[in-house]
């Protein structure tokens, strides 16, 4: 009887840790791939990433030599890489885009994110601004965080461009 119930035991828990240790090697894996990929993009402008951080599904990066950011989007439907000379950049501002839809009953209407990007202004009059697109909610899984690391790394990029 006590066999039994250790055996029923030891499934349950098996059961219960198997999903997070293979959930928590996927998020190393991708990761992975993701700095590999920033890197290989640093590597093209002769850089290499001293800082980087990474969201659901992007990678975003920083040579503070060179000073280049980086950045690395990938999910089911496109792959993005883009770099920015911050040489060339004024500054730096988190843009958010907002929708209005309308409630599940229709009764009424909510705004709700719809693009959140990092917007580059440049130094030079007659180049365009350039932006990199962090989340739109037509091709982005759900918001987990971006928001706060795209905060962030506006106030890191401007504080480089304060200092240069």
């Given at each position: ?67 280049y950011i980086f950045f690395y989007?990938?999910?089911e439907d496109m792959e993005r ?39 580059f202004s440049c130094i030079a ?40």
């Amino acid at each position: 009887m006590d066999s039994s119930i250790f055996l029923i035991t030891a499934i349950l828990i098996a059961i219960t840790v198997v999903p997070f240790v293979l959930m928590g090697r996927n998020g190393k894996k991708k990761k992975k791939q993701f700095l590999s990929s920033l890197e290989a993009l640093a590597k093209q402008h002769k850089s290499k990433i001293s800082q980087c951080e990474f969201g659901g599904e992007f990678a975003i990066g920083l040579d503070e030599t060179s000073n280049y950011i980086f950045f690395y989007q990938k999910n089911e439907d496109m792959e993005r890489r883009q770099d920015i000379d911050l040489s060339e950049i004024m500054d730096c501002q988190l843009v958010k885009t907002k929708k209005t839809v309308r409630n599940g009953n229709g009764s009424g209407k909510q705004e709700e994110l719809d693009k959140l990007e990092l917007s580059f202004s440049c130094i030079a009059q007659n180049k365009p601004n350039k932006r990199i697109e962090f989340y739109n909610s037509d091709q982005s899984a759900p918001l987990s965080g971006e928001l706060e690391l795209m905060d962030k790394w506006s106030k890191i990029i401007n504080a480089r461009l304060s200092v240069n």
